[in-house]
Each structure stands twice: as C-alpha cells, then as structure tokens.
T-cell receptor, first 113, second 111 residues
Framework: QKEVEQDPGPLSVPEGAIVSLNCTYS??????FMWYRQYSRKGPELLMY????GNKEDGRFTAQVDKSSKYISLFIRDSQPSDSATYLC?????????????FGKGTLLTVNP | DVKVTQSSRYLVKRTGEKVFLECVQD?????MFWYRQDPGLGLRLIYF???????EKGDIPEGYSVSREKKERFSLILESASTNQTSMYLC??????????FGSGTRLTVV
C-alpha cells in the first residue's frame, strides 16, 4: 500500500461548482498536512496547512483532516477558471529534524467557464 | 516572501554531459530539497540537505550528486546525463514543518 493515495483525475467542473479533492494515507505518524497548487509549467505553491485533525478555512478554500480515518480533503467553493491546476496533498510526521514531506501524485482540476 | 530561484527554466544537454542545476533561497532556511517530477510518477525526492555540507539520499539518488557549500545554495549534479534523466527538476526549501517553498522548476531535456 502506498503511503499516500490521491486520485489523479482529471476532474472537470463548471464554474461556480463546489470541488472536493481527497487523499488517504497509511502512516499514522503523519501530523502535518498540506495542500499545494501547481499551475502548468510552474513549481507547486503552498495553499493550505493544517496540524493534526480538524478544519481550516481560508477564503473559498477549506482543508479538513480526519486522522481516525486517515483521510484529508480540500474543498473549493465557488470554483473559478483560475483554480484550474494540479492539486497535491503532502504530509509529514513530528519526529526527526529533516521535515521531509510525502506527496500524493496530484489531481488535475479544470474549471470550465 | 521566501524566494527560491532556480538558475535555468529550460535546459537541453547531450548524453554523457555533466550537468549542474543551481538553486538559491533567500530566507536562511536550513532545509533544502531536490525533486524530479514526471507524469504519472509525481514528485520523487532525489536528495535533501538539512545543514551546510550535510546531505542525505532521497528515494532516487542514483545518477545524481549534490553540493551545499553555503546555506543559501543547493546544487544538483548529474554526473553523466542520460535520456532517462529528462524531467522537470524542482528545488524547495523549508524552515520547519510549515511547508516547502518551491522554485519555478528546470525542465531538462537530455538528447
């Protein structure tokens, strides 16, 4: 079983839709969870960061972590064409000092005007 | 904002050449990383460094080496470039578990 599983999509939605992106993981030591957005031919940029379980909201974006199910989600409300990108989940544990992240393979999202 | 700068956006090299990819960050981060990104395979860690002159192998170090002589600079070296090293190379830096800051990437083609 891979440490982090993410549906690669592609996911295509109309403008204004609510988008749900998800990752599952197997390592119960993961404590820090991130979502990155990557536009075509660019490097990933940090979108959301959460520690342990719970929700975090930032504008149209909400990140959820359910550690009991080993499941994380990113919701995008009122999606816009500018949200079209690949979304990568990432996570790491609290031990050690090198802060190495484990990434999902990414979900390609297209928001159609 | 932290800036991570990769020296080249696009690079074309010949098989067997020694290739240097440079990465510089401007916020005094201890940790720096080199990844390659390929369709269907996602991001794969090549090497990382958590201090000057310190380096650790990632998941796919074969055919690569790194150098970190100064805190702000982390170089990836392809000792003898091969066509299977054609890829997008991404450098990142981090201070803590708050996440990485990535550079814009170098798209390397080996012919």
């Amino acid at each position: 079983q891979k440490e982090v599983e993410q549906d690669p999509g592609p996911l295509s939605v109309p403008e204004g839709a609510i988008v749900s992106l998800n990752c599952t993981y197997s390592n119960s030591a993961f404590q820090y969870f991130m979502w990155y957005r990557q536009y075509s031919r660019k490097g990933p940029e940090l979108l959301m960061y959460t520690y342990s379980s719970g929700n975090k909201e930032d504008g149209r974006f909400t990140a959820q972590v359910d550690k009991s199910s080993k499941y994380i989600s990113l919701f995008i409300r009122d999606s816009q064409p500018s949200d079209s990108a690949t979304y990568l989940c990432a996570m790491t544990g609290s031990g050690g000092s090198n802060y190495k992240l484990t990434f999902g393979k990414g979900t390609l999202l297209t928001v159609n005007p | 904002d932290v800036k991570v700068t990769q020296s080249s956006r696009y690079l074309v090299k010949r098989t067997g050449e020694k290739v240097f990819l440079e990465c510089v960050q401007d916020m005094d981060h201890e940790n720096m990383f080199w990844y390659r990104q390929d369709p269907g395979l996602g991001l794969r860690l090549i090497y990382f460094s958590y201090d000057v002159k310190m380096k650790e192998k990632g998941d796919i170090p074969e055919g690569y080496s790194v150098s970190r002589e100064k805190k702000e600079r982390f170089s990836l070296i392809l000792e003898s470039a091969s066509t299977n090293q054609t890829s997008m190379y991404l450098c990142a830096s981090s201070l803590d578990r708050g996440g990485y800051t990535f550079g814009s990437g170098t798209r390397l083609t080996v012919v």
